[in-house]
C-alpha cells in the first residue's frame, strides 16, 4: 500500500474510533436518546448493551494488531443492522449509519490479509 494509502486508513480507523467509543458508551450508560431508540425498534434494553459492547469493542480491536479486520466486520455488521433500522422502524436518518458501514467496511477490507490462508 502506498503512504497515502496508509495515512487514509489510519485516519479512517482514528474516525470510526472516536465515532463507536463515543455511540457504544452512549448505549452502555443508558443515554436517553438510546434508551428510547431501541424502545422504539421493539428488540428490548438488553440489545442496547450488545449493541454498545460491540461497538466499543470494535473501536479498541481496529487498533489491536491480527484483529483489526474482525473490530472492522463486527462494525460493519452493526451498521447493517443499524441502517435496517433506521429505514424499516426509525425513519429516514440512516445516512450516518451508511457511512460509518461503508468507512468500517472499507477497513476490513484494507485488513482482509489476516484471514488465515
Do not use: C, D
Not at 469493542?57 to 487498533?63: F, N, Q, S
Not at 451508511?98 to 468507512?103: D, K, S, T
Amino acid at each position: 500500500m502506498s503512504k497515502y494509502s496508509n495515512i487514509a486508513f489510519l485516519v479512517i480507523r482514528a474516525l470510526l474510533t472516536v465515532a463507536f467509543l463515543a455511540a457504544g458508551s452512549a448505549k452502555l450508560l443508558g443515554a436517553e436518546m438510546m434508551v428510547g431508540t431501541f424502545e422504539a425498534v421493539g428488540v428490548g434494553q438488553w440489545f442496547r448493551y450488545v449493541t454498545g459492547l460491540i461497538e466499543v469493542g470494535g473501536a479498541i480491536l481496529l487498533w489491536v494488531p491480527g484483529l483489526q479486520l474482525l473490530g472492522a466486520a463486527a462494525l460493519t455488521v452493526t451498521m447493517i443492522g443499524a441502517v435496517l433500522a433506521h429505514l424499516f422502524i426509525l425513519g429516514p436518518s440512516a445516512l450516518p449509519a451508511l457511512v460509518l458501514g461503508a468507512l468500517a467496511a472499507a477497513t476490513a477490507y484494507r485488513f482482509r490479509g489476516q484471514i488465515p490462508a
